[in-house]
């Protein structure tokens, strides 16, 4: 949001801040499941296990691979449920201390509207941005209030979409700008060829060395650095 010109630095940590703070006062055990299902699949077996109000699809990362997120209950329902019905199925336990994209963030979304609607928002971004909410290209006012953050909170990461979208814009090179690479496996499981990704950081690696390996690769890929 700041580097594509939504909100300057200092409103854009804060709201960055705020949403932590506010994540870390979520109530309840709430956990995260990685499933091998397709979203509808997924969904079928939330509402078979009668866990509607406890579970939600918290991202949609490729054609067979969703997580599901809430309270910790209710995703073990469904996740013996999975297990039962789709024989090959893999559900795997993230490392998270709550059930992001959840029912269980619905304590705090209040708050959140209510403090990202005072920040200053630009009419447009100056870069286009691509919404995780609705997988589509941002040009116009639509991420400037509190009810899109609210939403961005409760909502299922459409990454799958987004990465659609810049495959159809001609993206052919990504680069993921992280401590680590986690991103860009989703990136290749999806895409067959044709697509290059790159880390900004390495855990195992120089940070310098790391980042100026993926500049050169980048420039060698035609991107101008």
Known sequence: VVVGGLLPLEEGLQLIAMRGRLMQQMEGDGCMVAVSLPEAEAMQAIRDSEADGEVSIAAVNGAASVVISGYRSGVQRVVDLVQLRHAGAKCTALAVSHGFHS????????????????????????????????????????????????????????????????????????????????????VLQTVDSGVTCLASMHKQRDDGLQMAASLGAAFASGVAV
């Open 103 to 186: 029912p269980q963030t619905e304590g705090l979304l209040d708050a959140l509207e209510s403090f990202a609607g005072t920040l200053p928002f630009a009419a447009a971004p100056r870069i286009p941005i691509i919404s995780n909410v609705t997988g589509e290209m941002v040009l116009d006012d639509s991420m400037s209030n509190g009810q899109y953050w609210r939403r961005h909170t409760r909502s299922a990461v459409r990454f799958v979409s987004g990465l659609q979208t810049l495959l159809a814009e001609g993206v052919d090179v990504i680069v993921e700008v992280g401590p680590h690479p986690v991103l860009s496996g989703l």
